[in-house]
């Protein structure tokens, strides 16, 4: 296809059809010349045909009756009177005052204006003025002076969502502080006063309004939707001089929550606006609220809300509580117009209602799976596909500031996504762990079997896998090979090339279900040859499959925990593409080892070098991690975890109380385990040197107070000693702004939710739904592009986060052949891994 | 006794009811029952909330009669209403089935078509229906004024509140795509 052809195409496809007035011969000299796109013409205008004659769909004649009959259609729509009185209250509703008791006496009023030179930017979209009002996000706000500079307010674009204009008549006489009282509430500013600047709404179709606008030594807030969108700093800020900013002062609001409707007003359509005054205190915090301008149903509400705002801290030289008149706007089918905004989501987990708690006790699910993450396989295959299209390069796991530990094998830290609590709150609790990066210990002679399940093919990458256990076989090691149905095919004397070459050229006994017989006897011959004085970890099964396990994963599973208890760990290893990874996975997990995708032989050194290395990067076992809420602090979740049965439990501390006593028989580390303790346990059978883990809970807290205790006991392999960790969290009443420790915690929060979304994305792919996807990724672009400006400003890594995610609907949007859909679940998947963590390169 | 002509266009019908005719909002209803109804069919509004959102969209262009300006077509002011109320419809169900973190329903559909479906993909309005569902939503509500309301391009951009090229935009890769199934299908049904 020739440019010339996606010109022509593009031309048919705007209009349906050739255009009639076209002047461009070309187009139809193309036409006549190029059979491929005479083709293209025709089935266009077979689609154009069949779209018209698309069947109308209709609605039931009793749902129309039911309609007509409805009580909200009974009698005349909304009389004309009130509409002026209601659209007033909007229009005052985009703008309240903020009067400080603070003066900036060396800001002259002209500093605002002087940079507002450029010209006022014509509306993009065309005949907006007869839309209903409810239609317009992302209108822009427009600044007027009276000499006529113009300024589109850039910064507001995101978060208005109302046509309106400002205009300031006048610039204002410069006020002495003393003088200035702090101006009236809303209804009462809403005349215009003589000689004062004034605000006024250039809507006409609302017939304008005016508002006086505070002095330059005031402040004001712009309020959209209840929100405060812009103070009178972050108007200008943006044309001001560094040094300008610095001297202004802003009542920069860090808090908004929005007024819940009332439950039962709900279904009607409710419009109103509520006017407070509210006083705030040095912290910022919102210690009264008063109604100035009621709507009785609504008011209630309306303080409840704004009790929640929260203000930045006053500067040192204000010594006053600060009076702030705002007006809180309720509008239905605002909020329903709303997109699903980065505020609400970030909100929705404060939402106190409704919630149900779980027991902050007995055993949770480890949520720590050390070895190869699953990525690997991915990453070769999407390196494998050499597409320039790589959104998932973009994909970093949150950078974690946890110390690193100073003593001992790992730190513990706890922190939470807010740093007071003044009253019953909700709050995510992060409990952080971080490992030494050293270790550096030689690894000790092995005592290895391995299982190598080749009913699946790929003979090659078995035999890669084999002779990388050859060539690493050092003094000391002991290997064998078991093949299912054959038994012990080479065993640890013979493990050379000759006899290994042998048994892999022999073909392989095609039975299915024999696996589970192989291993069972790969776990006894290793155990019967494991050394007890040796380090555990040193005896291990290998088991490598072609396939999906299904059925026998069950009696798999079982084997491979009582081979951990035991002292003999199993790993698992996947070969090829036809496996199923979440089996593995739970393989690994039952025997305390680690699970490998090998993709192409070149991978089985590496493999086999990080198995055998395990034991020596492992800088820490037996992990008992507890955490304890303190009295009133009630569990909603662990996040990605889930509380184990009785069942699970048992096994977990069986398995717990096995590395407990071998450590104590050949590290003489000293036995401590074998009672349950109160709060949550998690057991994590290994640490290895540098990982981090993050476990994130969902609590709600009385107020004030401690809130939670966290306490890892380990068996430190360095130090060779039983070693206890603690860390406690609380908060304090007196608010304090939130800072790079509490947005960590929310940060964790997010990649957690972007690594779910971008893996159910990918499922989505695997099952046909490209719509679904893509769905899902705007969804998520919608939420993360609202970020910076609500909780992320200026953050990087929430900047690629976006990035990605727009390269992604990009992609998803173009990508029809089925190998790049596949390819884009895939690359998904390696994304929402790696938001997780670290990823390997892609080679 | 003079009796009062019925306006006959629309328009006037709501200025009509706006003046307090009680029959003109009936007649409004019906002559924008299907149209209306069509939208949500066609913008995939699934069945069991076609009804309410319909009931919905009537009982606001009752409330806002009063915002509507005579002097313009009422096709474009209505459509306003209707294209807001199915997008925000659709924002409220992925945020219920965000917060749950569970996929909505309708993604965890089976992803093999079954026999019958299989079946009704031959006829001809079928594999329609279903390549207009498959469009992205704004490709699908612009190519729904588009082609099937026949509103102009630039009352589209108004409606949707987004600037004419992007409508063209979407205008353009919606029939791109429909051309696509449709030769695939076309190659398919040549094929077997």
């Known amino acids: 296809m020739t440019d010339k052809c996606t010109e022509v195409r593009d031309v048919l496809a705007l209009e349906g059809k050739v255009p009639p007035a076209q002047n461009d011969a070309s187009l139809r000299e193309h036409l006549e010349g190029c059979v491929e796109c005479a083709s293209f013409l025709r089935s266009l205008s077979a689609v154009e045909a069949e779209l018209g004659a698309l069947p109308a769909a209709d609605v039931e004649d009793d749902v129309v009756a039911t309609l007509l009959s409805r009580e909200e259609l009974k009698g005349r729509t909304h009389a004309r009177g009130s509409r002026h009185w209601a659209m007033g209250l909007a229009a005052a509703a985009v703008i309240g005052f903020v009067a400080v008791r603070v003066s900036v006496h060396d800001q002259p009023e002209e500093v605002f204006l002087a940079d507002l030179k450029q010209p006022r930017r014509e509306a993009e979209m065309a005949g907006l003025r007869n839309l209903p009002q409810e239609s317009r996000a992302g209108d822009s706000i427009d600044l007027e002076t009276e000499n006529g500079r113009f300024r589109e307010l850039d910064s507001l674009d995101s978060l208005a969502d109302k046509d309106v204009a400002l205009k300031f008549e006048d610039a204002p006489k410069k006020q002495d502080a003393q003088s200035v009282s702090p101006p009236g509430p809303a209804s009462r500013a809403a005349a215009p006063q003589e000689g004062k600047e004034t605000v006024r709404g250039l809507d006409e179709r609302k017939g304008g309004f005016d508002m006086p606008v505070p002095p330059a030594d005031e402040e004001f807030a712009v309020v959209v939707g209840g929100a405060v969108v812009a103070t009178r700093d972050s108007f200008f800020a943006s044309r001001m001089s560094p040094k300008l900013q610095r001297k202004r002062r802003s009542i920069e609001k860090l808090v908004h929550v929005d007024p819940v409707l009332p439950e039962g007003d709900r279904q009607a359509t409710i419009r109103g606006t509520v006017g407070l005054q509210i006083q705030i205190d040095r912290a910022g915090n919102v210690i009264d609220a008063r109604v100035s301008t009621s709507v009785p149903s609504l008011d209630q509400a309306a303080i409840d809300a704004v009790m929640l705002w929260k203000y930045a801290p006053a500067p040192g030289d204000v010594e006053d509580t600060r009076i702030l008149d705002v007006l809180v706007e309720f509008d239905l089918d605002k909020q329903e117009r709303k997109e699903y905004t980065a505020l609400s989501f970030l909100e929705a987990r404060r939402i106190l209602e409704g919630l149900s708690f779980r027991q902050a006790r007995g055993y949770w699910a480890n949520t720590y799976i050390p070895g190869d993450p699953k990525v690997r396989f991915l990453a070769a295959r999407l390196a494998h596909a050499q597409l320039t299209l790589s959104p998932h390069l973009l994909a970093r796991p949150v950078a974690q500031p946890f110390d690193a530990p100073s003593r001992g094998a790992l730190s513990v830290s706890i922190h939470a996504d807010r740093r007071s609590l003044r009253e019953p709150g909700r709050l995510l609790v992060q409990v952080g762990l971080k490992a030494t990066t050293s270790h550096g210990r030689r690894r000790p002679p092995m005592n290895v079997g391995i299982v190598l399940d080749r009913d699946g093919g790929h003979a090659l990458e078995m035999r890669a896998l084999v002779e990388a256990l050859q060539a690493m076989k050092a003094p000391g090691d002991r290997f064998r090979l078991i093949l299912p149905g054959r038994g012990e095919v080479v065993p640890p004397d013979a493990f050379r090339h000759g006899p290994l070459t042998l048994a892999l050229s022999q073909p392989s006994s095609g039975r299915l279900g024999s696996l589970v017989g192989a291993v069972r006897l790969a776990i006894e011959m290793v155990h019967a040859g494991d050394d007890p004085t040796m380090p555990l970890g040193t005896s291990l099964v290998l088991v490598a499959t072609t396939r999906v396990i299904g059925s026998d994963m069950g009696a798999l599973s079982q084997l491979a925990h009582q081979s951990a208890v035991g002292g003999v760990s199993l790993s698992a290893v996947g070969v090829g593409d036809n496996i199923d990874r979440a089996e593995l996975e739970r393989l690994a997990l039952s025997g305390q080892g680690r699970r490998y995708f090998l993709e192409k032989s070149a991978d089985a050194n590496r493999i086999v070098d990080e198995e055998l290395a395990a034991t020596s990067r492992a800088v820490a076992r037996a992990l008992r991690l507890r955490i304890k809420l303190a009295e009133g602090v009630k569990l909603v979740n662990v996040l990605d975890s889930s509380p184990l049965s009785e069942r699970q439990s048992e096994r977990v501390r069986e398995a717990e109380k096995s590395i407990d006593l071998r450590l104590a028989r050949n590290l003489g580390i000293e036995a401590d385990r074998g009672e349950d303790e109160d709060g949550i346990q998690i057991i994590i059978p290994s640490f290895y040197a540098g990982d981090v883990h993050t476990i994130l809970l969902d609590v709600v807290a009385p107020g004030p107070g401690p809130i939670a205790e966290v306490t890892v006991r380990y068996k430190d392999l360095a130090a060779l000693e039983n070693t206890v960790t603690r860390a406690s969290l609380a908060l304090h009443g007196t608010m304090a702004t939130e800072g790079p420790l509490e947005r960590n915690v929310l940060k964790n929060y997010l990649a957690l939710h972007l690594s779910r979304e971008l893996e159910g994305a990918a499922d989505l792919l695997d099952r046909g739904d490209q719509r679904g996807a893509l769905a899902r990724i705007e969804h998520l672009q919608s939420l993360w592009a609202g970020l910076p400006v609500t909780a992320f400003p200026g953050d990087r890594e929430i900047a690629r986060d976006i990035a990605m995610l727009t390269e992604y609907v990009t992609a998803l949007k173009s990508s029809t052949t089925p190998s790049l859909v596949a390819y884009l679940a895939d690359s998904l998947r390696y994304a929402g891994a790696g938001k997780r963590r670290p990823l390997p390169a892609l080679s | ?192």
């Open chain 2, 1 to 192: 006794m003079e009796i009062e002509a019925v306006p006959e266009l629309p328009e006037q019908w709501l200025v009509a009811h706006r003046e307090g005719d009680s029959d003109a909002f009936g007649k409004l209803v019906q002559r924008y029952r299907r149209p209306v109804f069509g939208y949500l069919v066609r913008c995939s509004v699934p069945e069991s909330d076609r009804d309410d959102l319909f009931q919905d969209i009537f009982i606001k262009i009752h409330q806002r009669a009063d915002q509507y300006d005579e002097a313009r077509p009422l096709h474009p002011w209505l459509f306003t209403v209707v294209a807001n109320t199915v997008r925000s419809y659709f924002s409220k169900k992925k945020l219920r089935s965000f917060f749950v973190w569970e996929p909505a329903p309708e993604d965890v559909k089976d992803p093999a078509p079954d026999s019958e479906a299989r079946a009704s993909t031959k006829e001809t309005a079928a594999w329609l229906e279903r390549a207009i569902e498959a469009l992205p939503m704004p490709q699908r509500e612009v190519l729904v004024l588009a082609t099937i309301e026949r509103l102009p391009l630039k009352d589209i951009a108004s409606i949707l509140a987004m600037p004419v090229n992007t409508v063209k935009t979407h205008v353009r890769r919606a029939r791109l795509r429909l051309v696509e199934s449709y030769e695939r299908r076309t190659r398919l049904n040549h094929d077997g």
